[in-house]
């Protein structure tokens, strides 16, 4: 058997990794945010007048 080579070329796989990347790194700091705002306490208080 022979073997035959295939010359590939494909365009904007550098700028779709780019994406990815920096999508990445948003889904990890929207975890780092949403792990902030899960251990924010709130204190609630009322007043009344009478």
Known sequence: MNA???EVTITGIDEATQ???RYIEL???A???ADELASV??????SSQQ
Do not use: G, H, W, Y
């Open 19 to 21: 994406k990815v990347e």
């Open 31 to 33: 975890k780092t945010l």
């Open 41 to 46: 306490e709130f204190e609630i208080t009322s």
């Open 4 to 6: 035959q080579k295939l």
């Open 27 to 29: 889904l990890k700091e």
